[in-house]
Structures are given as C-alpha cells and as structure tokens.
C-alpha cells in the first residue's frame, strides 16, 4: 500500500457504513449484510474465505461486527482500508447515540418506536436463516451430506441442549483439522505439525 | 487522567473475556460501568441499552462511545471505543494472516469445510432468537406476515436488503404501533 486508492477506499467506506446504518439488534444481526457488500456487491471474497472470517470472529472474544470490518477492511485496502471501514461501521452509529440520546429519551415509550423495532427483528431472522442455509448448502458440497448433516446435529446440541459455548466447539473443530493426520500421502506433513 | 485509564480497563475486560459478540459482552460492560467504576445506575444504564438497541449499528461500539463520551467526552469515546475494538482486532488479523498464507494446505481446507456446518447451525440460533423476539413483541400473525413478505422481497424478487429494512421500519411504524 503505498498510494492511497481512493475509489477503493470509498467503497469500503459505503459498504461498511450501509452495513452499519442498516443493521438492527447489534453487530452478530448484520453478519448476513457483510456478506451481501463483501461477497455479492462488491465480490471482494467467496463465501469459503467469508465463513472462515465468520468462524475465526466466532472463536475470537470481543464484538464481531468490528473484527469483521476491521480485518476485510485491512485485506482489501492495507492498513488505510482497516481504519476506513472501522470508521464507518461506528463512528456515524456512536455519533447518532450521543447526538440524539437527550431527544430519545423522551420518545424511547413511544408506539411508534416500539412498533418500528419489533417490525425489524424477523426481517433480521430472515436475513440470518438465508446465510444459515447458503451455509449449509455449500457443507453438502465440500462434505457429503452424512457428514454435513451428522456435524449440523452434533453442533446444535453441543449448542442448544448442552449450552456449549460456540467457541468452544469451533476452536475444537480447528484444532481437529490441523492436528489430524491426513490420510495417506500426506502422513509427513502430518509428523511434522 | 486517571478516568481515562479506568475507561480503558473498564471496556478492555469485556472486549477480551466477552465470547459471542457485543450483545454478548453487555453484562459485562454492565458490571464495569455500574458495579465496579459507579458511572451510572442499573436503571440508567438500561435506559441508555434500551435506547442503543432501538438505534441502528453495532452494540458494544456504540455503548462505549456513549459512556466513553459521558465520562470523558470526545477523547473518553475515542479511549473506550478502542480499548472494545482493538485488543481482538489485532487477534483477529493475525490469526488471520496465518491461515492465508497456509491457504492451500490440505489442514486448512479441512478446516474451513468442518467449521462451516457449526457456523451455519450458528447462525441459524441467531435466526431462531431473532423470530423469537418478534413473536414475543408482535404476535405471531405479524411475525409470520413480516418473514413471508421479507423472504420474497429477498429471495424471490431480489430487493436489496436496504430496502427491505427501511419497507419493514415503516411497516412496523404505521401497523404495529
């Protein structure tokens, strides 16, 4: 990165501030909105490089929607890009919080604004059980549909009726793949990891 | 001074423990600002949530600036709103870094493909909470007009999501109010 492209830069910044502005019910609800800029619009990666970000998010503390932007803001426009797509996807939402905090306060009771976001969370859900779907079409693909579904079932339990944390079983996923030996013609590397 | 150095510790701890997003990190933040630091009251506090849920954008973010501002105005923001981001960001990026470069090894493949059915079910609990909630705030007759109307805006006729968002705010605006 030694000249700054702008065009670049401006699309990072729409994107993420799009993203930003658009999304209701915190960073994790506008996962499916990264994915329509980065992989549809802007084609800037393919859905294999997105869910690996997904994942690595996932395993990684803190908020997911600013490692999101902060990481593909960096791969797609250096250091420049990682600022510019920070800046977008918070400044103007934290700008708008402490602008309008003292107005809002007194309409937070209002129908209006009660109506107006509970309208938006199954148009959330929506949006989350498309990507869940794209998702687990693609698992198909790679995995064979046993394997697919046979992980699908095994992660939702670990999930919903033993309460494993995400992380937990995604970090043991990883370190499943990378330390297993791979079959045959790969034994060497595998003595080597 | 030394606000400044609390506010960092006070929205560190959450960004570093806090698994799950910034939803997740809000009972932590919560214990920082109220319990431990005494910069608000349990009640303001969740006036202050209440409010950031019904405005667009990341949570975590948008708490800390709000706070970070209140406490120590443009620079308290800017020391709050770092000490969330940066810490797993810089993670993030090297780990990152890590798997490009070892891109075509056969591990990492087989990784990408074994994590994407847990990502996905993940995902898909999201989903499920996000129906949940709106069963719970407007019915399900709405709940289910709203998901039928979005899932052919999105899938069928191709609306861009922008649309569909701003369609459903004034849905909820006139029908639901």
Redesign the interface.
């Known amino acids: 990165m030694t000249t700054l492209d702008f065009p670049l830069q401006k699309d990072i910044f729409i994107s993420f501030f ?1 993203t ?14 990264v994915h ?1 800029e980065v992989v549809e619009t802007y084609g800037w990666m393919d859905d ?1 490089e997105f ?8 395993t ?8 999101m932007a ?2 593909i803001g ?2 797609v426009g250096g250091k420049t890009g990682l600022v510019t797509a ?1 800046a977008a ?2 400044l ?3 700008v ?3 602008a ?2 003292s107005v ?2 007194n309409y ?1 009771e209002a ?23 794209n ?2 079409r ?2 198909k693909k ?2 064979g549909w046993k394997v ?1 579904i046979a ?2 079932v095994v ?2 339990i670990a ?2 009726l033993l309460g494993l ?3 937990i ?2 970090g043991a ?2 370190i ?3 330390l ?1 030996k ?1 079959p045959s013609n ?1 034994k060497k ?1 595998g003595e080597a ?1 | 001074m030394i606000e400044y150095w609390h506010l960092f510790i006070a929205f560190l701890i959450p ?9 997740a ?1 809000i009972p932590l933040i919560e214990y920082e600002v109220v319990q431990r630091f005494s910069w608000m009251t349990t009640q303001e506090f969740a ?2 949530l ?13 708490m ?3 706070i970070g ?1 209140e406490v120590g105005g443009v620079l308290g ?1 800017t020391v709050a ?1 770092s000490a ?2 940066i ?3 810089v ?3 090297v ?2 870094k890590l ?1 490009v470069k070892y891109k075509n ?4 493949k ?22 949940q ?2 069963y719970e ?2 019915g399900l007759v ?2 289910i007009i ?2 039928v109307l ?2 052919l805006a ?2 069928r006729w191709n609306i ?3 649309y ?2 701003v369609g ?2 004034t ?7």
């Open positions: 799009r930003g502005m658009l999304g209701y019910g915190g960073g994790p609800a506008t996962i499916p909105l329509k294999e869910s690996d970000i997904l994942a690595i998010a996932n990684l503390p803190g908020p997911i929607m600013t490692k902060g990481y960096y791969q920070l996807s918070v103007p939402t934290v708008i919080m402490i309008l905090i809002l306060i937070r129908p209006i604004v009660q109506g107006m976001t509970s309208a938006i969370a199954p148009v959330v859900g929506v949006m989350l059980f498309m990507l869940t779907f998702f687990l693609h698992s790679d995995l697919a992980l699908s992660s939702l999930f919903e944390h995400p992380a079983l995604i996923l990883i499943y793949a990378l297993k791979s790969n590397e990891a | 960004g570093i423990v806090g698994y799950g997003g910034g939803p990190s006036e202050v209440a409010l950031g849920n019904a405005l667009p954008g990341p949570i975590a973010t948008k800390a600036g709000y501002y923001a709103i969330t981001v810490p797993s960001l993670a993030m990026i780990l990152l798997l090894s056969p591990k990492v087989r990784m990408t493909a074994l994590i994407r059915p847990a990502i996905a079910i993940l995902l898909g609990v999201l989903a499920y909470q996000f129906f909630t709106s705030a407007a709405q709940t709203l998901i979005s899932f999105l899938e861009h999501p922008a569909v968002i459903a705010l849905y909820g605006a006139i029908f639901l109010a």
